[in-house]
């Protein structure tokens, strides 16, 4: 049974810095991108960044040049160190894994920024 499961969100002030976890089980991590993505009340959820099997990224625009997507193949976690941290970006956050066909997401992580 494949599991993502987040951790590291919470309370934050504009300004500050989180770092997100995701630990992978149940599947062979080093085959599948890996991604953040997050959805805001009353919004629909979008991608944040991404990271491919060969360590290839990809960012949102607005989150280019703040946030840090990493992965650790030997640990089965991808990471997202988050700095400069804006209210805009509260929402739940989401770890992603997909292979081919097959597309999994963890139950989510609450990242609440403070102004």
């Known amino acids: 049974q494949v599991q993502l499961v987040e951790s590291g969100g919470g309370l934050v002030q504009a300004g500050g810095s989180v770092r997100l976890s995701c630990a992978a089980s149940?599947?062979?991590?080093?085959?599948?991108?890996m991604g953040w993505y997050r959805q805001a009340p009353g919004k629909q959820r979008e991608l944040v960044a991404t990271i491919s099997t060969d360590f290839r990224t990809n960012y949102a625009d607005s989150v280019k040049g703040r946030f840090t997507i990493s992965r650790d193949n030997a640990k089965n976690t991808v990471n997202l160190q988050m700095n400069s941290l804006k209210p805009e970006d509260t929402a739940v956050y989401y770890c992603?894994?997909?292979?081919?066909?097959?597309?999994?997401w963890g139950q989510g992580t609450q990242v609440t920024v403070s102004s």
């Open positions: 992603n894994a997909v292979l081919w066909s097959y597309n999994y």
């Open positions: 149940g599947l062979i991590f080093g085959s599948y991108a």
